[in-house]
């Protein structure tokens, strides 16, 4: 028991922290400039093809370096000359151009890669348990992963609170009118700022790859989730993107590993199962294959009792 | 004092124009139906029908998507849950029907569907509609990737893995009509899709329609007028719902299988690919782009794997160069039309088309080619490509087909403004004409 | 007699800033009222307020003696009272005549239907057609009211706001940004709208304050400091060190 539970929180903080560093991109993006980019998983995907491409040269290394920055270059190409057209025909249509960037993303890497999943691996030197209790291992990797988000977190944190560019930039997140009439470049910010929120994402692909698969569907599965963290930790909010990130996280990680049965759970919190006879269905399933929709739940919930989210100010 | 008042009549009946009269109106829906009833006699193919068939069931499902994205500014990404939830009720109506000898003939089990579909939303209604935007784009995100995956849950009503199966055959007779053959199938699809359209184009005529419309423009003030923005947005919601779920309907009884897939972001992408392509700022845009993508999807499919990425790109071009659509751009030619200066625009367009058609002759060639260097299997090096044999490990195609882009896009530097030129000046308002 | 509109020691707030500090105020039906003040004083809070915009922090709201505290703006609306806005708030991708149709709708009994259809419904129609009159817009009727010049836009702003047949009138800076000529037609527009109705204006235009209203009151500060018949406001001490300002007579 013991065991599940320290094993959950520390996977479950591996891929919570995972979520924030594309959760933060993210909430960069649509604060500044009320964009959600559908696009963004994709980009996470290209991190990790970028890298294993790399890597087939030069070995894990350089890819950390060398494909955020493509993935970044190509986010910051995407905002200037496709985005920057659509926005004067308001929010909806950049949502749908986003929403065919992410299309047209997938498929490209489909034709360029095919369909197989990749063999890209975690690097040789990490490739060790850490450390072990009772049963389990945690590998080395994990913590390296771990590791790196907390850096970037790290990173994030000191470059928006300690810099003058960072100032910029908390200010966009809530009053992008204001700043532009300072007199700042509110294009190349948001040019630079997709860019970075792009690069982030694709940071997040080259580490995930080798643990979370390499494959044209890799952007489906963590795309719906990543949404689903920003807006219930509010819109234009990055506290509230780490705080739902790190929750959803650890809350998938526990359920996953929970053989019990929806419906027990259900008695235990009190509701009478035996009187629902139409949900049998649901009841009898277990709580870790009602995992993946859980984050859904919470969503939908969220969003009628408090539409901004739980540390947002904006709705839209 | 005398001319401003015959100008103003004068502008007046000119504005009236742009109204169609009751005349020209009923005129087109008969006209629609009487090339609806002729369409299988004239199509000789005997594959054409069943792609016709698919046109029908889009056209409602795309129609209904504009009740709610052209008609009243709520972008959904997960309408297809209607779509198939009304797809499954349906058939599982019509197998009750069979296994209890209810009453139920084929042409009605798309009234089942709608009513599936009228059910769902207005439960998901109930809480979704109160914001329109970002949040209710999200929560309709939310709903649908929690029935995806309710799917495999749920499964005596949703079939598992293998979905739900019905049989047109097992149901009940209505004055002696089969439908077995794809024909049969078609003049029931293409029944009720006129039936559906019409009844969509009379339901943005009715206070519920013209007011979705208001709402869409200024929801502040819709309620400053006596109207609950909620409630307005609710009623189109449940709208859409019911004819998605018709389309569902007609699905099901079209293929007789409904799978997750039918209900999941797959389909729900498609029809906003499609209502937009078409153009969400009339009524027959979405006709019109689900006849075209449908058109795409089925005859590319035959020709390359690549298709969906072709329709990713003509997606990204309308967004971002054309976002009134293939019907907003017609639309667009009204005045040159009054004016009877159409004539002028041919030169200039076709010159426009061609350069085009160069480039993206260069585009689909590199496009394919790296396909087929990719995926195809070992030993293999020669490829049909435009009625050609080209080797893909050689330069020579490659850098010809780059040239053609090359040259298409310098082309277009040249016939894109000579175009646009040409455009504005048949549009040209004349006061004395 | 019932008054139109009564404020009940109102206050509103907006976080720690306090807008509106205790008005009480009390409309008598079938005049025109008008609601002065310098910039700032809370004036089109005051209009929020009663036509429920924002909900009010304290005090009660009645109209034509029902309490409508709280209430939402629709709500308000289907009792009697319409509003236009100082920035023109119209439905700019429909056309004039739509425009003006969507707010004949529902005092018309139509509610949310969807079997009626409009263009059939005659009475819809030909209410539409009477106000589009009385705003000189009936050339202009298939033109997005989005591409309409500024005045054009303001009568129809007006327009929208009466064609329900709201017995309560509120607008808000209905001259705001017009030249002589145009207030003049405005005026014209309001003194017919607002016949047998209650009206209540802001205004900063005194020319058409003075010429129109039966009733002025002072806002200053969130507060009412004079609510009188015009003559006595023009005299009134406060009033004149508030915002009309005094008259320098030339020292010799």
Known sequence: MLELVFFSTLNGLVYGTLLFMLASGLTLIFGMMGVLNFAHAAFYMLGAYFAYTISLYTGFWPGLVVAPLAVGLLGALTERYGLRLVHRFGHVAELIFTFGVAIVIGEIVQLVWGRPAKSYEVPAVLDFPLFQLFRSSFPAYKAFMLGISAAIFLFLFAILTRTRAGLIIQASLTHPGTVGMLGHNVPRIFMIVFGIGSALAGLAGVIAGPVLGTFPGMAQVLGSIVFVVVVIGGLGSLTGAFVASVLIGIVQTFAVALNISVGGVASAVGIPVESLPALHDLWRVTVAQVAPILPYVLLVLVLIVRPTGLFGTRES | MSTPAPAAARSVSQADATRPSPLRLYGLWVAAAVVLAVLPYVLRAPAAVPVVNQMGIAVVFALSYNMLLGQGGMLSFGHAVYFGFGGFFAAHALNLAARQGLWLPVPLVPIMGGLGGLLFAAVVGSFSTNRAGTVFAMISLGIAEMMAASSLIFDRFFGGEEGITTNRAKAASLGGLSFTTDRDVYYLIAFWALVSAGVMYGFSRTPAGRMANAVRDNPERAEFVGYSQRWVRYVSFCASGLFAGVAGGLFAVNYEILTAENMGLGASGAVLLMTYIGGIGTFAGPILGAIVFTFLQSMLSDYTSVWLLYLGLVFLAVVLFVPFGLAGVLAMHGPASRNRRLGRLVGPYAAAAAVMLIAVIGLIGCLEMVYFFVSAPAGQVTKRLFWLTVNVRTATPWLAFLALIVLGGLGMRWAGPRAAAAFADANLQHPDR | ?252
């Open chain 3, 1 to 252: 007699m019932t008054p139109a509109i009564e404020l009940l020691d109102v206050h509103k707030s907006f976080g720690h800033t306090v807008i509106i500090r205790g008005v009480s105020l009390s409309l008598e039906p079938g005049q025109r009222h008008a609601l002065i003040g310098p910039n700032g004083a809370g004036k089109s809070t005051v209009f929020n307020l009663i036509t429920g915009k924002y909900p009010v922090t304290s005090g009660r709201i009645r109209l034509k003696g029902e309490d409508i505290t709280g209430l939402r703006p629709y709500e308000v609306n289907r009792r009697g009272l319409s509003r236009s806005f100082q920035v023109t708030n119209i439905f700019p991708r429909l056309s004039v005549f739509e425009n003006v149709r969507c707010a004949v709708l529902w005092s018309l009994g139509y509610r949310y239907s969807f079997w009626h259809l409009v263009n059939a419904a005659r009475e819809v129609r030909e209410r539409t057609e009477v106000v589009l009159e009385q705003l000189n817009l009936t050339a202009r009727r298939h033109v997005p009211a989005g591409v309409l010049a500024y005045a054009e836009q303001r009568a129809l702003e007006i327009g929208i706001t009466i064609a329900g047949g709201a017995d309560v009138i509120l607008l808000d800076e209905p001259t705001a940004g017009m030249s002589r000529s145009e207030t003049e037609h405005v005026v014209q527009l309001i003194r017919q709208v607002s016949a047998g109705k209650t009206l209540l204006m802001v205004e900063h235009d005194m020319s058409v304050v003075f010429d129109l209203a039966d009733k002025i009151a002072v806002l200053v500060y969130g507060q009412v400091i004079a609510h009188d018949a015009p003559e006595r406001i023009r005299a009134n001490a406060a009033v004149q060190e508030a915002y009309l300002g005094v008259a320098q007579t030339a020292t010799a």
